[in-house]
T-cell receptor, first 111, second 121 residues
């Protein structure tokens, strides 16, 4: 079956660094995405990893290890506006480009 | 670039009525669009994959006669919730995959619309 696991909730302090982990077990793999979603809004694209390694984009970085079925999203210099849900999603072997979403991690940034 | 719009952004209707939600890719062509549903504090659940010019592919457990999908052009897909009931109240979100003109194939990134909040009384 298809399974994507993320922690349900995390709390961090403004200015700190937080790492949100995602593990996946899917039939095939064609890429992993991280999306940010504020309450009541649609998800916005953060990152895409298809090869092993770290992708850095400003304060956000995403890491992938395909052999371990593991990814993390790293947020640096946390700001209050980073309080949101972070969704990990995988495209499996299906050529239809369907995204399989994890349940999301709600991040609360405190002053 | 890669903007996706949805209309309406919210709708309240009476039980038994039908509601149509539009999803448009504003600045790119989308041969494939996806429809998701999201209940409060839950993640996105894929309902169906909409392909331009062909029938939609529904996920297991989604009633295709209740959730009618039409993808008549490369920039527009519609979802009609027929005979809506209170349990259909949810946040409906569409996404679109863009064709990469350089490679002539769909890019992997999906771009999401702003969502439509449906409340059925």
């Amino acid at each position: 079956g298809q399974n994507i696991d993320q922690p349900t909730e995390m709390t961090a302090t403004e200015g700190a660094i937080v790492q949100i982990n995602c593990t996946y077990q899917t039939s095939g793999f064609n890429g992993l995405f991280w999306y940010q979603q504020h309450a009541g809004e649609a998800p916005t694209f953060l990152s895409y990893n298809v090869l092993d390694g770290l992708e850095e984009k400003g304060r956000f970085s995403s890491f992938l290890s395909r052999s371990k079925g593991y990814s993390y999203l790293l947020l640096k210099e946390l700001q209050m506006k980073d309080s949101a849900s972070y969704l990990c999603a995988v495209i499996g072997e299906d050529s239809s480009y369907k995204l399989i979403f994890g349940s999301g991690t709600r991040l609360l940034v405190r002053p | 670039g890669a903007v996706v719009s949805q209309h309406p952004s919210w709708v309240i209707c009476k039980s038994g009525t039908s509601v149509k939600i539009e999803c448009r890719s504003l600045d790119f062509q989308a041969t494939t669009m996806f429809w998701y549903r999201q209940f409060p504090k839950q993640s996105l659940m894929l309902m169906a994959t909409s392909n331009e010019g062909s029938k939609a592919t529904y996920e297991q457990g989604v009633e295709k006669d209740k959730f009618l999908i039409n993808h008549a052009s490369l920039t527009l897909s519609t979802l009609t919730v027929t005979s809506a009931h209170p349990e259909d109240s949810s946040f409906y979100i569409c996404s679109a995959s863009r064709i990469d003109p350089m490679r002539g194939r769909i890019t992997d990134t999906q771009y999401f619309g702003p969502g439509t909040r449906l409340t059925v009384l």
